[in-house]
């Protein structure tokens, strides 16, 4: 297969940055400089990027004032007969997988991790006019399969989402920024997931938990785990490389307060500073081997094909204070949680135990 040119990759790029609202009408683009810098190019792959995008009416050049997206961009990207070709693409590779032999629930569980993975690497806070609701939370790809689903049944729903880990969550709620978050905090000093922090955080309020699934967490290593890793004590190693959620992240509290258990020294961790904001990512740097082991779920280790060692099983749960049970977007969500088939889908991923999804608790201070 012909590998594609660099120009192309650059203009896709800026493409998927109009679709997605990291760049608006009018936006100017980075400099040929700022670009070639980025891409480590030259300037003409760059102009020529930047003439095809020129080309589709998607940018326009200004003398003396750079390259800037046209006003009518995300018009042009979202016309019918693009979409047409979209649908048209899908049903192909659709029909390809089926005539491979695969069953239609495991292409939509392809898809979804697919679509999950893609999305931990590009920007998720863009909006859209059909936006309903607003997440803001940990990272999970059984809530991307859901909202996937909900969103191509009805063209009126959709969810902005943000994945800023488990406390990020509960803070965007906090200062109502968000209608709904993903958790999965586990408390130390109770030994309970979620609950505690809720009491601390929402004092004199009901809040909903809506058990998303139980997810199996561990140390995700290559597929012949070559480093002999077994546990979090193998972390100190000087030749293992280690991969870290961020502050805030429910994998990154649990993990912290292990090696606090444990006595291991954080700082002796190679690689304990390098940070990444989803489980997709801690797949994709043992994968691309930029690291040999990373904590996180078994669901994203089955996905990329990598082996995984179990530590422990935590709850992951949906966040929903009172005040936004009613919406019409929310109770879809929980309703769709009750649905046999979307909990097994999610239990053909990998790495859950749906025997609790959908189940609702209520928390209060």
């Not at 003398?63 to 047409?84: I, W």
């Not at 797949?283 to 691309?288: F, K, S, T």
């Not at 094909?305 to 992951?316: A, S």
Request: net charge negative; aromatic share 8%.
């Amino acid at each position: 297969m012909a590998k594609t040119p660099l120009f192309q990759k650059i203009a896709e790029a800026v493409r998927q940055d109009i679709v997605f609202g990291s760049l608006l009408p009018d936006d100017d683009l980075p400099t040929v400089r700022e670009m070639a810098e980025k891409w480590q190019c030259a300037p003409g792959t760059v102009l020529r990027a930047y003439q095809i995008l020129a080309d589709q009416g998607l940018v326009n050049s200004r003398p003396g004032a750079g390259t800037h997206v046209t006003s009518d961009a995300t018009h042009s990207l979202r016309s019918p007969l693009r979409q047409a070709t979209l649908i048209n693409k899908t049903e192909a590779f659709l029909l390809q997988a089926i005539a491979a032999g695969y069953s239609e629930s495991e292409i939509e569980i392809a898809f979804s991790l697919a679509l999950d993975r893609y999305k931990s690497l590009t920007p998720q806070n863009a909006k859209t006019e059909h936006t309903t609701l607003k997440f803001i939370g940990s990272h999970d790809p059984a809530l991307t399969l859901l909202i996937s689903r909900l969103s191509g049944t009805d063209t009126n729903f959709a969810v902005d989402i943000t994945f800023a880990g488990s406390l990020g969550g509960l803070m965007a709620l906090v200062r109502k920024d968000a209608d709904f978050a993903g958790a999965h905090l586990w408390d130390e000093e109770t030994n309970q997931y979620n609950r505690p922090f809720i009491r601390r955080l929402f004092p004199g309020k009901r809040v909903a938990l809506v058990r998303l699934a139980n997810r199996n967490i561990g140390l995700i290593v290559q597929p012949d785990n070559p480093f002999s890793i077994k546990s979090l004590r193998d972390l100190v190693r000087p030749d293992v490389r280690f991969i870290n959620r961020q502050g805030g992240a429910g994998t990154r509290v649990w993990l912290d307060a292990q090696l606090k258990i444990n006595g291991i020294p954080a700082q002796k961790i190679n690689g304990y500073s390098n940070e990444v904001s989803s489980h997709a990512d801690i797949a994709g740097a043992v994968l691309e081997d930029k690291a040999d082991v990373g904590l996180g779920i078994e669901t994203a280790a089955l996905g990329y094909g990598l082996n995984f060692i179990p530590l422990t099983t935590e709850c992951y749960d949906l966040v929903i204070p009172q005040e936004n049970w009613g919406n019409d977007g929310i109770q879809r969500i929980v309703t769709a949680l009750r649905e046999p088939n979307l909990v097994e889908t999610i239990r053909l991923m990998g790495g859950y135990d749906t025997s609790s999804t959908g189940q609702v608790e209520w928390v209060s201070s």
